[in-house]
């Protein structure tokens, strides 16, 4: 069983459209979600972490949301430069692995 | 200091051969992970470190595969006999665990293709 599912896999916007990348997790018991950007080529870049249900965090064009099931990355007015693949990952009371999803690939059209 | 840094970037070889890996991680942390991408995919976890420890190895490893970690510094995988399927980007991540709150940061990986 998947622990963390991302959808959409594939997002493409207008530049300014604004949206949300979803991440739902299957298990009991989170200890911490992360959200990371990735470019091809690349590893991972840390965005986020969020540690609790109602938790927010924001930084530039980005906001991270967590509940009890899933979290969203929302993203407002996007550039051309923020065209990346988006993962999550998460990371269980139970264990010290960090599970990631398929990722979204995020394309923004000028 | 500048980041988890991983060499070499990119590494061809040919089916059968060995070939090794290596990773510095961020100076003051003290656990390391490796994972394994492929396109498409998130990356999957295959070994972490707690200083010198090697603390949990993915069940899916191949025994092929061996990672050691010498003073707790920097950290090296190495693959015998590789195989077309090895092909992937590996990953280096490390962190500062204090207490219950972790937070992984990588390097820019290493590109195997086997020829």
């Known amino acids: 069983e998947d622990q963390v599912t991302q959808s959409p896999e594939a997002l493409r916007l207008q530049e300014g459209e604004s949206s949300s990348l979803n991440c739902s997790y299957t298990v009991s018991g989170l200890r911490g979600l992360f959200w990371y950007r990735q470019d091809p080529g690349k590893g991972p870049e840390f965005l986020f972490t969020?540690?609790?249900a109602g938790e927010e965090k924001e930084k530039e064009r980005l906001k991270a949301t967590l509940t009890k099931k899933e979290s969203f990355l929302h993203i407002t007015a996007p550039k051309p430069e923020d065209s990346a693949t988006y993962l999550c990952a998460v990371q269980y009371y139970t264990g010290n692995q960090f599970y990631f999803g398929t990722g979204t690939s995020l394309t923004v059209i000028p | 200091d500048t980041g988890v840094s991983q060499n070499p970037r990119h590494k061809i070889t040919k089916r059968g051969q060995n070939v090794t890996f290596r990773c510095d991680p961020i100076s003051e942390h003290n656990r390391l992970y490796w994972y394994r991408q492929t396109l498409g995919q998130g990356p999957e976890f295959l070994t972490y470190f707690q200083n010198e420890a090697q603390l949990e190895k993915s069940r899916l490893l191949s025994d092929r595969f061996s990672a050691e970690r010498p003073k707790g510094s920097f950290s090296t995988l190495e693959i015998q006999r590789t195989e077309q399927g090895d092909s992937a980007m590996y990953l280096c991540?490390?962190?500062?665990?204090?207490?219950?709150?972790?937070?992984?940061?990588f390097g820019s990986g290493t590109q195997l293709s086997v020829l």
């Open positions: 969020l540690y609790s």
């Open positions: 991540a490390s962190s500062l665990e204090t207490g219950m709150r972790e937070k992984l940061f």
